[in-house]
């Protein structure tokens, strides 16, 4: 099942333009992760954030994370048109090593 | 990096017959892999992890006879739709994990299965 929720289920900018997408779920994880999928293709690993990580970069991305809150939000700064793709997140827990995905946000960049 | 072949990455079959998918990690060994479905504008659903060498884990209300998973090597996982309906009509994903987890879980690039 999903662990969560993420927002918003679609998003359109401009190039240059960021994109924000936020990512909750509900139980204690061990990490959160970010994923991007082309549309047909499968899943590109983008980056991770473990559970006592409260920020992280990776060139265009930031990624934070609110464990209080059980919340996550991703950053693409400067967006590009190849960004276009739908974003991700996925949660593991403590307990197993399975990744249980939230619903996804649709990003489509204009040229 | 770690890579994983899916394959085939489409087909189309008639209802009734039996419909085999490939996972296989190309240069590590994957001790797990996790099948997810993604149905049109969704997201991925897990249906079942397997260890190599044990049965698979199936999640609730995924039918272990309609969807058989056998992981009998440390590279290859197989996925057969059997019986197929046009219901299971979806993009099946194949994930992969090594041991210790050194390279994170490695997806597949998916198979788009259409039933007739």
């Given at each position: 099942s999903q662990q969560g929720e993420e927002d918003p289920q679609a998003l359109s900018i401009q190039e240059g333009e960021n994109a924000t997408m936020n990512c909750s779920y509900k139980t204690s994880i061990n990490n959160l992760q970010w994923y991007r999928q082309n549309s047909g293709r499968g899943l590109v690993h983008l980056i991770l954030i473990r559970s006592n990580e409260r920020e992280?970069?990776?060139g265009r991305l930031r990624v934070t994370l609110d464990t209080s809150k059980k919340s996550s939000s991703l950053l693409i700064t400067a967006s590009r048109a190849a960004?276009?793709?739908s974003y991700f997140c996925a949660t593991r827990n403590n307990a197993g090593n399975m990744l249980t995905f939230g619903g996804g946000t649709r990003l489509m960049v204009k040229p | 990096g770690a890579v994983v072949s899916q394959h085939p990455s489409r087909v189309i079959c008639?209802?009734?017959t039996s419909v085999k998918i490939e996972c296989r990690s190309l240069d590590f060994q994957a001790t797990t892999m996790f099948w997810y479905r993604q149905f049109p504008k969704q997201s991925l659903m897990l249906m079942a992890t397997s260890n190599e060498g044990s049965k698979a884990t199936y999640e609730q209300g995924v039918e272990k006879d309609k969807?058989?998973?056998n992981h009998a090597s440390l590279t290859?996982?197989?996925l057969t739709v059997?019986?197929?309906h046009p219901e299971d009509s979806s993009f099946y994903i194949c994930s992969a994990r090594?041991?210790?987890g050194y390279y994170g879980y490695t997806f597949g690039s998916g198979t788009r299965l259409t039933v007739v």
């Open positions: 992280k970069h990776s960004d276009t793709a | 008639k209802s009734g969807f058989l998973i290859l996982s197989t059997t019986s197929a090594d041991y210790q």
